[in-house]
């Protein structure tokens, strides 16, 4: 029995391992092709680390694109997507999880449903109600979208966080006199704050590296995100300006990794502090 726990531990380690390498080389190439001069890049002998580092690639890169207006503009989407999210799906979740009727049961599996359904299936139809709303081309269209997309799977994740947490303590508060929003706001709101921050998370990076919907409904550089903008450092032949490319990809993937190590602390502190409290 020892010996099976511990080559099952070894076999998770292992696979861990080789999980976390499968998603930190590509991460460490790019950032070695972001550093690397011209002649380096076109070595037939590429080396990991650029014997001659330079920021000429960095530099090249926010004088051929407006990077940081496409950054400002992914961050605002990202942001309120995942703010929107949270907000609405918090008290749907609630509902869904609570009240175990024909119709709640029907609900959450339309939920599920429709994240089978193809980017390609709807858009047109989006488009065409952006238009009627006057908002294609903006980042506030573009927001609506991602709200629309992303917010059943958030309900989806929350409904689960929502039935982990044990009823009585609900009925306790409304014992003392708690009303409905009260015990919504002072009890499951802080047990479901792990919950909050993984939706939050999830919408969030979703926006972020969204490229489809934002390719299509955007069309002026003043209103395109970085992952549109990022296609611009590909010629018309498809040769890729790889320096100037890689220093853009970078800029565009640290700020995900950043949120999700603020958030991950955030998210970790909420487990350890509900097991504490059970």
Sequence with gaps: MIRTGRAARAGQYLALTGYLVFLTVPFLWLLSLSFKPVRELASLHPTWLPRDPTLANFRQAFEEQPLLRAA??????AVSTALICVLIATPMAYVLARRRTPLTTAATGWVVVSQAFPFALVIIPLFLLLRNLRLVDSVPGLILVYVVWALP???????GHVRAIPP?????????????VRVLV??????LAPGLAATALFAFITAWNEFFFAL?????PESRTLPVVLTHFIGAEGVADLGPLAAAALVAT?????VFAVIQRRITSGIAAGAVRA
């Design 168 to 180: 009585e303590l609900e009925e306790a508060a409304a014992v003392d006199g708690a009303g409905r």
């Design 153 to 159: 799977f958030a309900l989806w994740m929350l409904v």
């Design 72 to 77: 400002g503009n992914s961050l605002v989407a």
């Design 216 to 220: 299509v409904l955007l069309k002026t």
């Design 254 to 258: 640290v700020p995900s990794l950043v």
């Design 186 to 191: 002072s009890v499951v709101a802080p047990l």
